[in-house]
């Protein structure tokens, strides 16, 4: 049983009636379906319970907080065994498909992620926050496998981030190396783990299919790589190199999702290569920094023809300001300056119509 709130019973219901109504399903299938779902309730006195339920535990934690370094190493070790055992129970006994046994199951996760830090403190082990968070990140993949739990996974794209960071896989600063190589070429892969962990992330993605995730990993993906490029070839050449496959995914990949995406990359790492600074220690670097920007413009004017409206118009807007704010708003009276910032939104806005008006009639046509 799906417990779902009464608007979206009520739509169902709706639907399920002109479904009928087209003669798409039987009343028997309709019946079918509709004994599948039950109307949420929320009750005061479920609600009391709840938060009774959170104010012990929220007491238990800070007693436990307030006597911890007290207790026996013995004890300890005994009461962060019993809650994650306790929380697993639970969540075993409320269903792993149901938000409670999410709930607790989450719950477990986090005594698990406390467990392996505090255990490692009380017995003097020495690992520092990587390599605690290694071993978490193997219970967390092994969890999402068993499990499916989309929270789960969300879980465990925090921590790889994480990790990732705290191990200089993705360096956050690596596009100060703009004109030079900080490393050499081969070792791109010189993080071996990185790329063990990116490959696993993605085979946990292949058992939770959402695109929220596949969005998080492309996005994980996109980092770890950016950074390697960045330190193995340079700032500028790794921006060229991502840009130009940016590009060639928008118009390459099959699903729209993909296109987005590919557009998104070109767009981001286009724009910030029509800045000179971005061209440092290159020869030419304000005229190179220009010829990008003619190349970006045809790019998503090409994608908001073939139907990446948002998108596209998004990046030829961010491109008009940053030329307007950068080069011309400072040599012009502000008054003159605001009216020609609106009258170039205002081209945009009727071309935006007239391309929606295309698509719409193109899709009248279809129907």
């Not at 046994?101 to 986090?110: E, H, M, N, Q």
């Not at 950016?226 to 940016?246: D, E, V």
Request: with cysteine.
């Amino acid at each position: 049983m799906i417990n779902i709130r009464r608007r979206e019973y009520e739509f169902l219901s709706g639907e399920i009636n002109s479904w009928l109504d087209e003669n798409i399903i039987t009343d028997e299938q309709s019946e079918k379906i509709l004994s599948l779902y039950e109307i949420k309730e929320y009750s005061l006195r479920r609600i009391i319970i709840l938060a009774g339920v959170i104010l012990l535990g929220l007491g238990a934690v800070s007693f436990i907080a307030s006597k911890w370094h007290v207790l026996p190493k013995l004890l300890r070790l005994c009461v962060l065994i019993g809650g994650y055992v306790l929380a697993l129970i639970a969540c075993s006994i409320a269903g792993i498909r149901t938000k409670a046994g999410k709930s607790f199951l989450l719950i477990a996760s986090f005594i698990l992620g406390a467990g392996i830090f505090l255990g490692t403190r009380m017995y003097n082990i020495k690992l520092d926050l990587s390599q605690i968070l290694e071993f978490w990140l193997i219970a967390e993949i092994v969890t999402c496998m068993i499990t499916s739990d989309l929270w789960q996974v969300y879980l465990l794209e925090v921590l790889s981030l994480i990790y990732l960071i705290c191990i200089n896989a993705i360096d956050i600063f690596a596009l100060q190396f703009m004109n030079s190589a900080h490393y050499a070429v081969w070792e791109f892969f010189a993080p071996v783990k990185a790329f063990i962990l990116l490959a696993l992330l993605w085979v946990v993605n292949w058992r939770v299919r959402t695109r929220t995730i596949i969005n998080a990993n492309i996005l994980i993906t996109l980092l770890l790589c950016a950074s390697r490029m960045s330190l193995c070839l340079g700032g500028t050449l790794s921006l060229i190199i991502l840009a130009i496959i940016g590009g060639i995914m928008s118009f390459l990949m099959k699903h729209s999702d993909g296109q987005t995406i590919g557009l998104l990359i070109a767009g981001v790492f286009g724009l910030l290569l029509t800045w000179p600074e971005f061209w440092h220690g290159w020869e030419y670097a304000k005229i190179l920094s220009v010829l990008s920007a003619l190349c970006l413009v045809p790019l998503m004017l090409v994608n908001i023809w073939r139907g990446h409206l948002v998108a596209g118009i998004v990046f030829c807007v961010l491109l008009v300001c940053r030329y307007f704010f950068d080069s011309l708003f400072g040599f012009m009276p502000k008054a003159w300056g605001f009216t020609l910032l609106g009258l170039i939104f205002m081209i945009i806005g009727v071309f935006f119509e007239s391309i929606r008006a295309h698509y719409s009639k193109k899709f009248e046509n279809q129907e």
